[in-house]
C-alpha cells in the first residue's frame, strides 16, 4: 500500500511539472503575469512529492519489502541498515528518482533564493528545469519505475553488490547527482536569456553562485570516486579514464570554463555568447553522462542499465532538450548579445584562452570516450581507446593552461601588454625553474622530463599565486590585517588555484614515481619496495555480517624501525558470490605504502601487490583546496548584499 | 548566422552516433583470429593416448571446434544442439576438452553421449590461450584449409546454428 502512495506522488509529480513548464512560458507569451507566477509553487509542491515518493522507497528498503522489485534486486535481509539505505540510490530506478528530487530541490531553491532578479526572468529559469524534471519523470514512469512490484515475492533479496557495501560510495552518488544536477540551474538560466533575447551583467552575476556551488559538488564528487577506487580495488589506481568517470569529469571542466566566463561577462560584459553556449554544453554533457551509464551503450564497472530501450528514451530526451537548446541559440544568438573590446594580453584575452583550453580538453576527453562508438557505428570494427591517449593529450592542453594561469592573475582588463607582463614575472618564473631543478636533483629518474614539466607547472601556479598576494600586500604596514581584509572571492580563487597547482603536482610525482611490486609471498617472507621493508606476519579467517574474509597481517619498516601494522583483507560475499578486497594503506602527506590481497596460490602463499606511492594524497587534496576555494567564493558577502551587488553591477554595465 | 549553427550541426552528428550505437552490443568482442590458420599445436587425444592431433589433422574438410569441459554448466545446455548437428546433419566436430582432467572428462561423455569424431586433450590449456579461448563453451568453425572462419563465444543456440553455423558450412563445402 505504501508503495503505491510513491508510485502516485510521482505521478502527480509529473502532472504539477507539466504545469510548472506550460504556464510560465504560456504566460510570458501572451502576458499573463498570474500565469508566470504559477512556476514558483509548483516547484515546491513538486519537491514535496519526490520527496515523499523518496522517503516511501527508503522505507521500503529499511523494512526489507522484497514485494518491490528494485528491493528484492539490490537488497538482502543480512545487509546492514546503512547500506540498505544506501541501496535506495544503488541502481538504476533509485538513483534516478534521487536525480529527479535532486533537481526538485535545485528548482526550490532558485525559487526561494532569487528574490534580486525580475520574476519574469526567474519563471522562464524555473519552467525550464521544469521541463528537464517532465522529461525524467517520464521516462521513469514509463521505463524505470522503482514501485514496480513482483508477482512472485521472494524470500529474500539479491544483495547490494558489494563493491557499493562502503561508506565512500554511500556519499559518492549523492555529491555527484548535487553537482550533475546543479548544472541545470545554468542551462535554466541560459535559455530564460536567450528567450528574452538579452543578457545582462546582473543576471550574469546571480547565475554564478549556482554555478559555482554545483561545480564545488562535482569537484567532491569526483574525487571522493578517485579515492574511493584507490582504497577499494586494490590496484592503486586512482584513474581509468573510464567512460563514466569521463562522463563526470567532462561537465566539471566545461563547468569551470564557464565559471570563469561568467567572471568575464559579470565584470566586463563580454564573452556572452560564450557563456550562454558553456552553459548549455555543461548540461549537455551532464545529460550525456545520464545516457552513457543507462543506455548500454559502453561497457563500464559503473554501467548502470545495459537496455537499449532505456537508452532510446534518453537519447531523444537529450535530442529534444539540447537540440532544442542549441536551436534557439542558433535563432537569438547572432546581434542579441555583443559583448565588449578587449586587446592584447589584457586579463580578458589569458582567461578567453583558458576558457577555450578547458573547452578543448573537454572535447578530446569526448572525442576518446566516443570514438570506439563511432568507429564501430561507421563499420570500422571494434577498437579500444584507453590512458595512454587521454593522459597524452591531457597533460598537452593543461600545459598552455596553467601557464596562462600563472600570468594571468597579473594581466589588466581591458588591455595589457605580453612584455610587461613577462619582464614583471620574471623572478617567479625563476624560481619555478630553481624549484624544478631542485626537485631533479633529489627525485631523480630516467622520465625526468615529463616529470618535470609537471613539476614545473605546478610550482609556477604556486609562485604565482604567492607573487599574487604578496602583491596586494606588498607596502601595507599591517600585512596581516591585509590579508585577513582580502574579498573571499579573491581568497577563494587563490585556494582553488593552488587546489588545481597540488593535485598537478600530487598525480605528476605519483605518476612518475610510484613504485609497484606484485610478488609472492608467505607467512614469514619480507619484501622491500623501495626504501621500506614489507614483512608478511601471517593470516587469519573471520566472519563478517554477509561475508567471510581472509585478513593478512603485514609490518612496515623504514631502516629497521616499524613504521606500522597494515591488515589487508580479502572477503567474499555470500549472497552475490563476488571476491572484494579491502587494502591496508599507511596513509601520510608525501606518501602512501599500500597492500594489497590477491590471490591464495598453492603451499600457503598468496599473490600480494605492494605499491610506494609519493604524494597521492596531493590528488585529492588538491580537489579539496578547490572545492573549499570555490565555498569560500561563494560565501563573499557581495554576493549576498543586493546592494553591494548592484553596486557592483553597476559599475561593469557602466563599462559594458 | 552561420558560426551560431555549428554547435547544433554538430551536436545532430554526435545524436547520429549515439543512436547507432544503441544498436551494437558493446559485449561482441569478435575474434582477432578470423581468417587465420589454426595456431599449431600437437595434443593428446581422448580415447586413444598414443594418437596426437594437430592442425594438420584439420585439412581436408570443414568442421567445428567446440571447446568444452566437464566442470562447464553451460555446455551441459548447448550439448543436445551438438549432438543433433553431429547426428543429423552430418557435421564433424572435433571436441577440445579444456582444463579438465581425462577421467572426468570420458565420465561426462558416457552421462551425456558423444557427438564428437575425436576430442583434443588441453588440461594445461595452452591451446585455448593461442585460440584466444576466454571462456567455455566456445565453438569454432574451421574450413578445409585450417583457417578459422567463425567464433561462437557462449553457448550455442538454434538462432546461430540456423542462421550462421549451418549456412557457413555449407558455403565452406
Not at chain 1, 536569456?193 to 552575476?205: F, K
Not at chain 1, 578530446?364 to 561507421?378: D, K, N, Y
Amino acid at each position: 500500500m505504501l508503495a503505491e502512495i510513491g508510485h502516485f506522488a510521482l505521478v502527480l509529480a509529473l502532472g504539477i511539472a507539466v504545469v510548472q513548464v506550460i504556464f510560465p512560458f504560456a504566460g510570458y507569451r501572451y502576458g499573463y503575469q498570474n500565469w508566470m507566477a504559477a512556476a514558483k509553487p509548483c516547484a515546491r509542491i513538486q519537491f514535496v512529492l519526490l520527496l515523499t515518493a523518496f522517503a516511501v522507497l527508503t522505507s521500503a528498503f529499511v523494512q526489507n519489502d522484497f514485494s518491490l522489485a528494485y528491493v528484492a534486486q539490490n537488497s538482502n535481509s543480512a545487509l546492514p541498515l546503512p547500506y540498505r539505505i544506501s541501496a535506495v540510490w544503488g541502481a538504476h530506478e533509485g538513483s534516478l528518482l534521487m536525480w529527479v528530487l535532486i533537481l526538485a530541490g535545485w528548482t526550490t531553491a532558485v525559487s526561494a533564493l532569487e528574490s534580486e532578479l525580475p520574476d519574469d526572468f526567474v519563471s522562464l529559469v524555473l519552467a525550464v528545469m521544469g521541463l528537464v524534471s517532465v522529461g525524467f519523470l517520464l521516462f521513469m514512469l514509463f521505463t524505470s519505475n522503482p514501485f514496480d512490484r513482483l508477482a512472485q515475492v521472494p524470500a529474500d533479496g539479491a544483495d547490494l553488490n558489494p563493491l557499493l557495501q562502503d561508506p565512500g560510495l554511500i556519499i559518492h552518488p549523492p555529491l555527484l547527482y548535487m553537482g550533475y544536477v546543479g548544472t541545470t540551474v545554468a542551462f535554466g538560466f541560459a535559455l530564460a536569456a536567450l528567450i528574452q533575447g538579452r543578457l545582462t551583467a546582473i543576471s550574469a552575476r546571480w547565475i554564478r553562485p549556482w554555478v559555482v556551488a554545483s561545480w564545488c559538488f562535482l569537484t567532491v564528487g569526483i574525487a571522493l570516486g578517485s579515492w574511493w577506487a584507490y582504497y577499494e580495488l586494490g590496484w592503486g589506481g586512482w584513474w581509468f579514464w573510464d567512460p563514466v568517470e569521463n562522463a563526470s569529469f567532462m561537465p566539471w571542466l566545461l563547468g569551470t570554463a564557464l565559471i570563469h566566463s561568467i567572471a568575464v561577462t559579470e565584470k566586463r560584459g563580454s564573452f556572452k555568447n560564450w557563456t550562454l553556449l558553456l552553459a548549455i554544453a555543461t548540461f549537455a554533457l551532464s545529460l550525456l553522462g545520464t545516457f552513457l551509464v543507462r543506455s548500454g551503450v559502453l561497457t563500464s564497472v559503473h554501467a548502470f542499465a545495459t537496455d537499449p530501450a532505456r537508452g532510446v528514451f534518453v537519447l531523444a530526451l537529450f535530442a529534444i532538450l539540447i537540440g532544442g537548446a542549441l536551436a534557439l541559440y542558433a535563432w537569438r544568438g547572432p546581434g542579441a548579445f555583443s559583448g565588449n573590446r578587449f586587446e592584447g594580453a589584457s586579463r580578458e584575452t589569458f582567461l578567453l584562452i583558458n576558457s577555450v583550453l578547458l573547452a578543448i580538453a573537454t572535447a578530446t576527453v569526448l572525442l576518446g570516450t566516443l570514438f570506439p562508438l563511432a568507429h564501430e557505428a561507421v563499420g570500422l570494427g571494434k577498437i579500444s581507446v584507453g590512458p595512454p591517449y587521454f593522459n597524452l593529450v591531457f597533460s598537452l592542453v593543461m600545459t598552455p593552461l596553467a601557464i596562462a594561469l600563472s600570468f594571468g592573475q597579473f594581466a589588466r582588463w581591458k588591455s595589457d601588454s605580453a612584455s610587461r607582463l613577462v619582464s614583471s614575472f620574471v623572478y617567479t618564473l625563476l624560481a619555478a625553474v630553481g624549484i624544478t631543478v631542485a626537485a631533479y636533483f633529489s627525485l631523480g629518474g630516467n622520465d625526468f622530463l615529463l616529470a618535470g614539466v609537471g613539476i614545473f607547472l605546478g610550482a609556477l601556479v604556486i609562485l604565482s599565486v604567492v607573487r599574487g598576494i604578496w602583491d596586494r600586500c606588498r607596502g601595507r604596514k599591517n600585512v596581516l590585517l591585509t590579508l585577513w581584509r582580502l574579498p573571499r572571492a579573491f581568497k577563494g580563487q587563490t585556494l582553488a588555484h593552488v587546489g588545481f597547482a597540488v593535485t598537478l603536482l600530487g598525480a605528476t610525482v605519483t605518476s612518475f614515481y610510484a613504485v609497484d611490486e606484485h610478488v609472492r609471498m608467505k607467512p614469514g617472507d619480507t619484501q622491500n619496495v623501495g626504501h621500506y621493508e614489507f614483512d608478511f606476519v601471517g593470516l587469519k579467517k573471520f566472519e563478517g555480517p554477509n561475508y567471510r574474509a581472509t585478513e593478512g597481517h603485514f609490518i612496515v619498516r623504514k631502516n629497521g624501525k616499524t613504521l606500522a601494522e597494515l591488515y589487508p583483507q580479502k572477503r567474499f560475499y555470500h549472497v552475490r558470490n563476488t571476491p572484494m578486497t579491502e587494502a591496508g594503506i599507511l596513509g601520510g602527506l608525501t606518501r602512501d605504502l599500500y597492500v594489497s590481497l590477491g590471490e591464495p596460490l598453492e603451499a600457503g602463499s598468496w599473490s600480494v601487490r605492494i605499491h610506494y606511492k609519493p604524494l597521492v594524497r596531493w590528488i585529492w587534496l588538491g580537489a579539496l583546496f578547490m572545492a573549499l576555494g570555490g565555498v569560500t567564493a561563494l560565501s563573499d558577502p557581495r554576493l549576498r548584499n543586493a546592494k553591494l551587488a548592484r553596486v557592483a553591477a553597476g559599475s561593469a554595465a557602466h563599462n559594458g | 548566422m552561420n558560426r551560431y549553427l555549428i554547435p547544433a550541426v554538430i551536436f545532430i552528428g554526435l545524436v547520429a552516433i549515439l543512436g547507432v550505437g544503441l544498436n551494437l552490443d558493446p559485449r561482441h568482442v569478435p575474434s582477432p583470429l578470423i581468417g587465420k590458420p589454426l595456431p599449431s599445436f600437437s595434443l593428446a587425444s581422448l580415447y586413444e593416448p598414443d594418437r596426437s592431433i594437430s592442425e594438420t589433422t584439420f585439412l581436408g574438410k570443414p568442421r567445428l571446434l567446440n571447446v568444452w569441459a566437464s566442470w562447464c554448466s553451460a555446455c551441459v545446455v548447448e550439448h543436445p544442439l551438438l549432438i543433433a548437428l553431429a547426428q543429423q546433419k552430418n557435421v564433424e566436430i572435433f571436441g577440445l576438452n579444456y582444463k579438465d582432467e581425462p577421467r572426468k572428462a570420458e565420465a561426462w561423455l558416457k552421462k551425456h553421449n558423444n557427438p564428437y569424431k575425436s576430442i583434443i586433450v588441453d588440461p594445461e590449456g595452452d591451446l585455448g590461450l593461442d585460440l584466444g579461448v576466454y571462456g567455455v563453451p566456445e565453438t569454432f568453425v574451421i574450413d578445409k584449409l585450417g583457417i578459422i572462419r567463425y567464433k561462437q563465444v557462449g553457448p550455442l543456440d538454434n538462432q546461430a546454428i540456423e542462421e550462421i553455423i549451418l549456412p557457413l558450412l555449407d558455403e565452406l563445402s
